[in-house]
């Protein structure tokens, strides 16, 4: 049975939203759903993704040196269809990401850039129900990006440079969702927007070609978690925790 949730800051009362996540693709398996609700409702989203994904890919015909810039374009491309307003990368390398001091400062600087009020991140704990969900670059993301949002970007005085040679002022994140965790709390039905996250998975067609099965795979998947919840019969889900942080 899902645990008590804290109540969510209300959509209309969101106006930018900043997602971080460890690769190209990591958002549309876990909440594009979500986010193209969101921006129907008028929500600025900006993702950004802390790898270009270049260990992923499975054509031996494509050269290596390729990948970054295919997977970019596909993610490009794929936040497009759910509506995003922007894609920052931060060009890390895929495979070999910890929770840095430069890392906790590169995702505070698109904090205070962005100035969301909510904030996506894939969670830092390992969820031993699904563990394909805890890929040691997404665990590293998540909690790097939730030591952004607490202690970082809120403090004026961590990663001073921020602020004395870019002009970045402190700012602090109100909530956090955090997908793909093993306490999550809340779910969005994500029927009426269950094509367009089909459509951004295929986006990524060097991730996703292969997969015959995706849409009956995702749709098995949304059916659970709605079923979870206690949705009605054949509607589908995305399922979060989401946390306080203010």
Known sequence: MPEPVPESEPDNQVERVLVV????DDVD???SGTLAQWT????????????DG???????????SDIPRIRRA??????????????????????????SHDLRRDISRVIRQVRPRRMLIQSPERNWE????????????GE?????????????????????DEGLEAWTVEE?????????????????????????????????????????FMRGWGELTAERFHLPKGRLAEAFQIVKTA
Not at 130 to 138: F, G, L, M, V, Y
């Open 21 to 24: 996540t460890a690769h190209p």
């Open 176 to 216: 956090v969702w955090v997908m793909a965790g093993p306490q999550p709390g809340h779910a969005v039905d994500i029927t009426d927007t269950f094509a367009t996250k089909i459509a951004a998975l295929r986006a990524h067609e060097s991730q996703t070609a292969h997969m015959d099965d995706l849409e009956t």
């Open 40 to 51: 129907r409702q008028g929500m600025a989203v900006t993702l950004c993704v802390i790898t």
């Open 29 to 31: 398996f876990g909440a």
């Open 144 to 164: 790097a990006a939730i030591q952004a949002v607490y202690p970082d970007a809120r403090n004026p005085f961590a990663h001073v440079s921020l602020l004395s």
């Open 74 to 99: 596909e993610q490009r491309a794929a936040a497009a269809l759910w509506g995003a307003d922007d894609v920052v990368y931060l060009g890390y390398r895929d495979g070999e990401l910890t929770v």
């Open 130 to 141: 699904r563990i394909q969900a805890s890929h040691p670059d997404h665990l590293a993301a």
């Open 54 to 64: 270049d260990a992923g890919g499975f054509d031996p015909a494509v050269a290596r």
